[in-house]
């Protein structure tokens, strides 16, 4: 069919124009929220951005909120290739860090190296995510529950467990509090660039590389099509001669080893023992970038960058302005949900002008 | 009261689906309105049913000129329609079924509706239990309701859009009685199908329409010769019936049985050999579409044994994948639900269908055999051409060129469903070319002709029973929709050709 | 336990299954319709915020419960634009809200966190009240827990037996065949998606005027009641009395986990209370294993008789989705 000259077309541009659309949108909404509620908007977008960026030690945290949030965000890639929503994510960064804790405090009296038992405690953590995402994959292949419902539900699971741990068998000498187990020695916590820093360049590394496996395995490996198939038509990819549950499961594993190893970073290197909120959203975060970048591997990083400057950007917020730091969370929902209504848009309005063919 | 439709016309994009159609209807008449896909029978119909308006044109009853700008307008104007997948709730009692849509205030007469409901249904000899689960119904069963229901709201011409899709033969001809039956009663009847010999059974008058024109029209006694000639412009060319002599056993079931919690089907024996071609016939929810996957490890078999080659071990229990390795590929009657992928293009598709050297896509060997295989099954798109883009036919040479090179067995469900005369004589085609190769092809059609045109040996299901192969030679349409039916089954002592 | 005691605890139980009986009963209308609304978690906090500032505000509790109505049918607006008229997935756009409202509820409710405001007192039913057993358990409530045993009846009378009600079934079981009986299905899905926003949003003031007075921001606790009105109207396949029944079981488990926290010291109290959570999400497997592959497969091989059973009862614990739930529809496809 020849293709008709329209005033609108699907190209670059229109994609550009109505993302830069969807962005302004939100910061207005935004701002007008905060002046509503008696601030001045540009008086708390500066302490955002003075908080994310105003010294190398906030940078620097900036980062450490990076790479966990990465580290979802790339497992996430995978399961939503494979048309999965893994909610159940925050869960297993949970395990992660329980695994992880327990494999440290397992080894910490041995004779082994530091490094060693940071490394067995690491691979402990990847495992228990991986253990608790195929949890959600076996509810959703073999019992039928929707991996959202059953991801949920796996959370909760993961919290009470976590919980029990703190304040059971796992509390402090003398009594058990929310601040969590006590810390381990310093010599097993991750090295970090300098002793007031808490960025460790390990974890910062292997965060780049889950996006760059990300990236490699979903845009030219047989595994990446092969789990696209099964993400959008399972039953024709059946037919097609792909084992589909077992690429499902295998996309819930790959997650949960990424989620699972955030959550060992947590505990090895940022907060040296297991702490009641160890997974702090990264998990539900991560699902908001991945739907933000439209589950392209190659703006997940950046992205995933913005919203942890947000994020720690905002920590400020109670302290200097008496707002509330959920204001990052306020400011990240409406970017993706202006974006997802700005996608909508362009597509009804390419459709209108292209007419029912 | 006279019908008639002047100069409608409709174009989607640069496509004519109508181009200035004019039609002239009498009262008490059945019109049969014939074409093949795609000549712009339903898009007329959606128009006339309200579903659609026309970009010119009018519809004028009786000399008075009418706007209808929703079926619901539609109907209330006296003009209801029957569409190809009855739209009706399967999940609802059938008399809730049978009100919705119906005017009156929040609180329906239920009592009131019940007594329309029996009598309606008692004058057609109907018998449809007004608190049983729409779901429960045959397809017949449903466009029995759907009747009922249209004439219930006041509906003086009744539009049928090919109801005799996955009917029974009986069910066709109780069908056939109502709407003879309300013709005389003065009603107008539109009968839309691509089947010449029903229009011939059940029609008065006959129109053609091709591509989107009104190319004549007929009144019985019909000459068939000339409907085919309008229909397609040509004469059409059927590929001539060619038998291979069978070669050795791909297929062996012996005393098999399937079942779902409702339905259990038991003792089937059948034999298939390399070339052959098996229909397997039977009103929808038979059972067969239930035995042509557990021929192909779909569906776990209940009993029985179902070997494949000349091995002995049955292959009950294993999994269509293991089939696959043993040569044995399936197609599917949905094609973008089941088959295909939308979303993904025809080279990811040809990608998907090879096994995989190496971890990464080479691109350039994947861009070769995409060209080869468009090539080879003539399919009008290009490699990056999502699968959802494509047109019915095209989409059904895709699924086959997805086939293995070298399949013992195929197993196709409704091989040419909804597609028009050229792409089905090419699949068949492409099919038969399989065969000649020594493939063996197992099917299920609920189109009686191409059961009998294509295969050699047919398999009959009815209410959990199942014939033993019969040759094709020894039936024809008459006898084989009898059978589907449940007529003539004293002949045959169960099914006992293992 | 005293008898006294597990009668107050029951009562207990019903009058905490409002606010989720509320957010179930809205869901169900929504997603009988096709649309299901999944901002419901982030909605319900955003509307037990705002509902509380409301009656703060005027000192009046209807216009509180008015603004928690009207917060929840502006969420679901958004869900319905985006998924009706610009199909946008269901999930997406409601997973985002979700998460959104909820820091909304959060930054919006700073300076009112704690503050000591009004809250519904109960409406003790003349004579029925004095009823022995009876009247302690259904007739000392609060006005709100009168109307969620009036809602269950009132939504399953206008789903069965009116016009309307069969009508918005058929929406999201067939949307094509309820166009060709004359409805206009994109505004009736509006209309509903609407409705049934307006109230599930009622559950959040039920809980900060009244189950759960005040607001307390991230402590007060309702985080996770969203995702399991969710799972309720699955485990209550769309039907107001199994829905219900989900409801007040849920209540009852919270219920148990306080009263069971004496007698098991060595769980720590914050375990009992987050595990009725995962058990209600959990029942889900039992209403869904029925139409699992292998226990097709698995039933195929039992006897008869023993099948016929088995089969009996998952298909009586089996809850099929309305069939049209989540898609959108175009009368020119």
Request: proline share 5%; with cysteine.
């Amino acid at each position: 069919m020849p293709f008709r000259e329209t005033a609108m077309r699907d190209d670059k541009k229109t994609r550009i124009i109505f993302g830069l659309g969807s962005v302004l949108a939100a910061l207005a909404l935004t701002t007008a929220i905060v002046a509503a509620t008696g601030n001045n908007p540009l008086q708390a977008y500066g302490n955002i951005i003075q908080g994310a960026i105003g010294s190398p030690n906030v940078a620097a945290n900036v980062l450490v909120s990076w790479v966990p949030l990465a580290l979802a965000t790339a497992g996430l890639l995978f399961t939503f290739t494979g048309g999965l929503w893994n909610i159940g994510i925050e869960g297993q960064i949970t395990l992660g860090a329980i695994f992880c804790t327990w494999a440290m405090r397992s080894l910490q009296d041995t004779a082994l190296s530091p490094g060693i038992i940071i490394a067995f405690a690491i691979a402990a953590g990847m495992l228990g995510g991986i253990f608790w995402a195929l949890l959600a994959g076996a509810l959703k292949t073999f019992g039928g529950v929707n991996e959202i419902f059953g991801g949920l539900g796996l959370n909760f699971v993961a919290t009470a467990l976590n919980l029990w741990l703190i304040f059971g068998p796992w509390k402090r000498p003398g009594v058990a509090s929310m601040s969590g187990t006590l810390p381990f020695e310093p010599e097993l916590w991750m090295p970090t660039v300098s002793a007031q820093s808490r960025l460790a360049l390990i974890p910062l590394a292997l965060a780049v590389l889950a996006l760059v496996i990300a990236f490699i395995l979903l845009r030219g490996s047989h595994f990446g099509l092969r789990l696209k198939a099964v993400g959008k038509n399972p039953k024709a990819a059946y037919l097609l001669g792909i084992p589909t549950w077992q690429h499902m499961l295998l996309s819930f594993a790959l997650c949960g080893a990424f989620a699972g190893l955030a959550g060992a970073v947590q505990v090895s290197a940022v907060y040296h023992r297991l702490i009641p909120s160890i997974s702090s959203g990264y998990g539900y975060t991560g699902l908001m970038v991945a739907m933000l970048v439209n589950f392209s591997p190659v703006f997940a990083g950046p992205v995933a960058l913005f919203f942890a400057a947000l994020s720690v950007g905002s920590i400020q917020l109670p302290i200097v302005l008496k707002l509330d730091s959920s204001l990052a969370g306020v400011i990240q929902g409406f970017l993706v949900l202006f974006v997802l209504i700005g996608n909508g848009l362009r597509l009804k309005l390419l459709g209108r002008k292209r007419g029912s063919i | 009261m006279t019908i008639e439709l002047r100069n409608i016309s409709k174009h989607f994009g640069a496509l004519k689906a109508n181009d200035s159609i004019s039609l002239a209807i009498p009262p008490g008449c059945i019109q049969g309105i014939l074409g093949e896909n795609g000549a712009g029978k339903s898009t007329l119909m959606k128009i006339f049913s309200g579903f659609l308006r026309p970009d010119s044109g009018e519809i004028v009853f009786d000399g008075k000129p009418l706007t209808i700008h929703s079926p619901d307008d539609a109907i209330r104007l006296g003009i209801g329609m029957l569409h190809q997948d009855p739209l009706d709730f399967p999940p609802f009692r059938v008399i809730d079924d049978f009100i919705l849509g119906s005017p009156g205030g929040l609180v329906p007469d239920r009592r009131k509706a019940l007594a329309d409901f029996n009598s309606l249904s008692a004058r057609f000899g109907f018998s449809l239990s007004p608190e049983a689960r729409v779901a429960s119904l045959t397809v017949g069963e449903r466009q029995q309701l759907e009747i009922l229901r249209l004439l219930w709201l006041g509906a003086k011409v009744l539009i049928l859009d090919e109801p005799t899709t996955g009917i029974s033969q009986t069910q066709k001809e109780k069908l056939f009685a109502t709407l003879k039956a309300l013709a005389d009663q003065g009603m107008t009847v539109f009968f839309v199908s691509h089947k010449l010999e029903d229009v011939e059974a059940l029609c008065s008058r006959a129109a053609v329409l091709r591509q989107g024109v009104l190319v004549g029209s007929m009144e019985k006694p019909f000459d068939m010769a000339a409907l085919v000639r309008m229909m397609f412009g040509k004469e059409v060319e059927l590929a001539a019936k060619s038998s291979m002599a069978p070669g050795k056993k791909v297929l062996t079931v012996k005393t098999g049985s399937v079942g779902s919690i409702r339905l259990r089907i038991k003792d089937v024996n059948l034999q298939v050999r390399a070339g052959e071609v098996i229909g397997i016939a039977g009103m929808e929810g038979s059972g067969q579409d239930l035995f042509l996957r557990a021929c192909g490890g779909l569906v776990e078999p209940a009993g029985g044994q179902f070997c494949l080659d000349e091995s002995e071990t049955p292959m009950n229990g294993k999994t269509y994948h293991e089939y696959m390795r043993q040569g044995v590929a399936y197609l599917p009657a949905a094609r973008l639900e089941k088959g295909l992928v939308p979303g993904l293009s025809l080279a990811e598709h040809f990608t998907l269908s090879v096994k995989p050297k190496g971890v990464f896509i080479d691109k350039k060997a994947a861009a070769a055999l995409s060209e080869e295989r468009i090539a080879a099954f003539n399919i009008k798109g290009w490699p990056d051409s999502p699968v959802e883009s494509l047109s019915g036919g095209n989409q059904q040479r895709a699924l086959l060129s997805l086939l293995p090179e070298k399949a013992a067995l195929i197993l196709v469900e409704h091989p040419t469903r909804g597609l028009d005369i050229e792409s089905t004589i090419y699949i068949w085609g492409k099919l038969k070319e399989r065969c000649a190769a020594g493939t063996a092809i197992l099917f299920m059609s609920s189109d009686l002709d191409e059961i009998l045109r294509y295969s050699d040996k047919v398999l009959v299901f009815f209410a959990g029973r199942v014939t033993p192969l019969i040759a094709s030679e020894s039936l024809n349409v008459q006898k084989l929709g009898e059978l589907i039916g449940g007529v003539g089954w004293d002949a045959f002592q169960g099914n006992s050709n293992a | 336990m005293t008898s006294d005691a597990l009668l107050f605890g029951l009562s207990g139980v019903l009058s905490s299954s409002a606010p989720i009986l509320f957010g179930v009963l809205g869901e169900t209308i929504s997603e009988r319709a096709g649309v299901s609304n999944l901002a419901m978690n982030g909605m319900i906090l955003l509307s037990a915020m705002g509902g509380f500032a409301a009656s703060l505000a005027t000192g009046s509790l209807a216009l509180g419960f008015l603004a928690g109505a009207a917060i929840g049918a502006t969420v679901a607006l958004v869900v319905a634009i985006a998924s009706i008229s610009f199909k946008q997935s269901q999930v997406a756009v409601g997973y985002v809200l979700a998460m959104l409202c909820r820091d909304l509820a959060y930054f919006l409710g700073n300076p009112i966190m704690g503050m000591p405001g009004p809250r519904l007192n109960l409406s003790p039913i003349p004579v029925l009240s004095s009823i022995p057993v009876i009247g302690t358990l259904l007739f000392r409530h609060d006005i709100i827990t009168y109307s969620s045993f009036l809602l269950i009846f009132l939504s399953w009378f206008y789903m069965e037996r009116t016009k309307p009600g069969i009508m918005l079934k058929g929406l999201g079981e067939n949307p094509r065949a309820a166009y060709v009986r004359g409805a206009n299905v994109n505004r009736l899905r509006y209309l509903y998606t609407v409705a049934g926003g307006a109230i599930a949003g009622l559950a959040g003031p039920i809980y900060s005027l009244s189950v759960k007075a005040g607001w307390k921001g991230t402590i007060s606790g309702l985080d996770g009641i969203g995702w399991i009105v969710l799972s309720i109207t699955i485990f209550g396949g769309w039907r107001p009395f199994r829905a219900a029944i989900g409801a007040y079981f849920f209540s009852l488990l919270q219920w148990m986990g306080l009263v069971l926290q004496p007698l098991m010291p060595n769980v720590p109290s914050q375990v009992l209370q987050v595990a009725p959570f995962p058990l209600m999400i959990l029942t889900l497997l039992l209403v869904n294993i029925g139409n699992a592959e292998w226990v097709e497969r698995s039933l195929s091989h039992l006897p008869e008789s023993v099948r016929r059973d088995i089969a009996k009862v998952l298909t009586a614990l089996n809850a099929t989705p309305p069939a049209a739930l989540g898609m959108p529809f175009d009368k020119d496809e």
